[in-house]
């Protein structure tokens, strides 16, 4: 209770209807400054579109953003731990452990950039606590956590690449 008190204090929120009433406040104006209209506008439109959602996604915590050019924003998840879209279709064990990321050359198969090793890059090491890659999986492993969908075989992979692309 202490705990969950400390989140909402800390400006994270439970997510559903009634929480969109109060401006979160990390996004809440600065003292002094006029309130932004975004914050108004996005409010508006969370309540217009919410009741449209099934009940689950109306009582998440957590609201995925649109996929609206994913194509040109690897490496992918939330901690960037996974480098393409091909990686994040492919099971677990099939994505890469550790990759270097700051080049800038297209990898327009699998979609994101090269990952080779890079003077001056960053070596991400997805087996330190923080990095790790493990969630969002297609794998016929059901019951493993962060599973979402079943396996796909690389074509499948491949043709939902062509779908993420057009977005
Ligand atoms: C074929 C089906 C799916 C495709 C092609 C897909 C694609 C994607 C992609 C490309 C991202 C990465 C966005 C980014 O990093 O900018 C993403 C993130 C995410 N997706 Fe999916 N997704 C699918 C199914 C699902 C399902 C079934 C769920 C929930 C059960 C889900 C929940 C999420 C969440 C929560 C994130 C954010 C994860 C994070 O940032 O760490 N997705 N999805």
Redesign the pocket.
């Known amino acids: 209770m202490a705990e969950e008190q400390a989140h909402l204090e800390a400006g994270h929120h439970d997510g559903g209807v009634e929480e969109i009433e109060g401006v979160p406040p990390q996004i809440s104006a600065t003292p002094g400054m006029p309130e932004r209209k975004a914050v108004k506008r996005r409010q508006d439109r969370v309540r217009e579109n919410l009741h449209l959602l099934p009940k689950n996604a109306q009582e998440a915590n957590?609201r995925?953003?649109p996929?609206n050019g994913?194509w040109a924003?690897a490496?992918?998840?939330?901690?960037?731990s996974?480098p393409n879209?091909y990686a994040?279709?492919s099971p677990v064990e099939e994505r890469p452990k550790k990759f270097y990321l700051g080049n800038r050359e297209y990898d327009p198969v699998n979609v994101g950039y090269r990952t080779d090793e890079l003077t001056g890059g960053f070596e991400m090491d997805t087996t330190i606590r923080g990095n790790y890659n493990t969630?969002?999986e297609?794998s016929d492993a059901s019951g493993k956590a962060g599973v979402?969908?079943r396996a796909?075989t690389p074509a499948e992979r491949k043709e939902?690449i062509e779908?993420?692309k057009s977005l």
């Open positions: 957590y995925v953003r996929l994913v924003t490496p992918y998840l939330h901690n960037g996974v879209l994040l279709l969630g969002h297609f979402i969908g796909l939902l779908y993420l």
